[in-house]
C-alpha cells in the first residue's frame, strides 16, 4: 500500500525522535494535560507494556540476544496487538478516547531499517494505519546522548554512532510520508522545555478540538 493511500486515524497522535529527544517527557505532559481537563484518552508507548512488549524489551537489553530480523517481527507483533488488542488503539478510538503513542511505526522503520536494511521493516508495517498527527522532535545527538548518559539503564541502540544514523534514517522515512493525509509537526528539541511543551500542548488542544468537532458532526 502506498503511504498516500494509507488509512489516517483521527484522534491518534505520535511522538517521535532519536534517543533522548523528549518524547517520554512530553508524553507524561500530554497525560497530565488531559487528565487535569477531564478528557477520555489514552497514552501508552512501545514497545508496549504488553507481554509482546516485555520480549522486545528484553531483546533491547540485551538480555534476550537476537537477529535484528527477528526484533523487526517483534516490534510488529507487539505493535498489532497495542493497536487490534482488546484494550488496545482501535478500541479506544472507537469510543472516543484521543490515543497518544510514545514511538510507533516510524521508529521500526528508522532503527530496524538500519540494523536489517529498509524491505522488511517496510514490508512488516505496512498494513498499519497512520496517525492524524505526528510529532517529531528533532535534536542533535550530542545533546541527545547527553541526556541520555544520566539514564540508570541504557538499551543496545542508545549508542552515539548508531543514533547518528538514525537521525538520518528518520529524515528518510519522513519524507516517504509526505503526500499522506498525516499531519507532520517538527519540533527543535534543543528549545527550552516550556517553548516545546508549549508547542506540543498547542497540538494536542487542536487534536481535541478536531475530534470535538468531527464528533458533533
Given at each position: 500500500?502506498?503511504?498516500?493511500?494509507?488509512?489516517?486515524?483521527?484522534?491518534?497522535?505520535?511522538?517521535?525522535?532519536?534517543?533522548?529527544?523528549?518524547?517520554?517527557?512530553?508524553?507524561?505532559?500530554?497525560?497530565?494535560?488531559?487528565?487535569?481537563?477531564?478528557?477520555?484518552?489514552?497514552?501508552?508507548?512501545?514497545?508496549?507494556?504488553?507481554?509482546?512488549g516485555t520480549i522486545v524489551r528484553e531483546a533491547l537489553s540485551g538480555r534476550l540476544p537476537v537477529e535484528p530480523g527477528t526484533l523487526a517481527h517483534l516490534f510488529a507483533a507487539d505493535r498489532h496487538e497495542h493497536l487490534?488488542?482488546?484494550?488496545?488503539?482501535?478500541?479506544?478510538?472507537?469510543?472516543?478516547?484521543?490515543?497518544?503513542?510514545?514511538?510507533?511505526?516510524?521508529?521500526?522503520?528508522?532503527?530496524?531499517?538500519?540494523?536489517?536494511?529498509?524491505?522488511?521493516?517496510?514490508?512488516?508495517?505496512?498494513?498499519?494505519?497512520?496517525?492524524?498527527?505526528?510529532?517529531?522532535?528533532?535534536?542533535?545527538?550530542?545533546?541527545?546522548?547527553?541526556?541520555?548518559?544520566?539514564?540508570?539503564?541504557?538499551?543496545?541502540?542508545?549508542?552515539?554512532?548508531?543514533?547518528?544514523?538514525?537521525?538520518?534514517?528518520?529524515?528518510?522515512?519522513?519524507?516517504?510520508?509526505?503526500?499522506?493525509?498525516?499531519?507532520?509537526?517538527?519540533?527543535?528539541?534543543?528549545?527550552?522545555?516550556?517553548?516545546?511543551?508549549?508547542?506540543?500542548?498547542?497540538?494536542?488542544?487542536?487534536?481535541v478540538e478536531a475530534r470535538r468537532a468531527g464528533t458533533a458532526g
Amino acid at each position: 500500500m502506498q503511504n498516500e493511500e494509507r488509512q489516517v486515524l483521527a484522534g491518534f497522535a505520535v511522538l517521535e525522535g532519536i534517543d533522548g529527544a523528549g518524547t517520554t517527557t512530553q508524553l507524561r505532559l500530554i497525560e497530565a494535560r488531559l487528565a487535569e481537563r477531564g478528557l477520555p484518552h489514552w497514552t501508552s508507548f512501545e514497545p508496549s507494556d504488553l507481554p509482546t512488549g516485555t520480549i522486545v524489551r528484553e531483546a533491547l537489553s540485551g538480555r534476550l540476544p537476537v537477529e535484528p530480523g527477528t526484533l523487526a517481527h517483534l516490534f510488529a507483533a507487539d505493535r498489532h496487538e497495542h493497536l487490534h488488542g482488546r484494550e488496545g488503539a482501535l478500541a479506544r478510538l472507537e469510543r472516543g478516547e484521543l490515543v497518544v503513542f510514545d514511538r510507533y511505526l516510524f521508529s521500526s522503520l528508522a532503527y530496524q531499517g538500519m540494523t536489517c536494511g529498509p524491505a522488511l521493516p517496510a514490508l512488516l508495517n505496512a498494513a498499519f494505519p497512520l496517525p492524524e498527527l505526528l510529532i517529531y522532535f528533532d535534536l542533535d545527538v550530542e545533546r541527545a546522548m547527553g541526556r541520555v548518559a544520566r539514564r540508570p539503564d541504557r538499551d543496545i541502540f542508545e549508542v552515539h554512532e548508531f543514533q547518528e544514523r538514525v537521525r538520518k534514517a528518520y529524515e528518510e522515512v519522513l519524507a516517504g510520508f509526505s503526500g499522506s493525509r498525516m499531519r507532520l509537526l517538527r519540533i527543535d528539541a534543543s528549545a527550552p522545555l516550556p517553548e516545546v511543551s508549549r508547542r506540543v500542548g498547542e497540538a494536542v488542544d487542536a487534536l481535541v478540538e478536531a475530534r470535538r468537532a468531527g464528533t458533533a458532526g
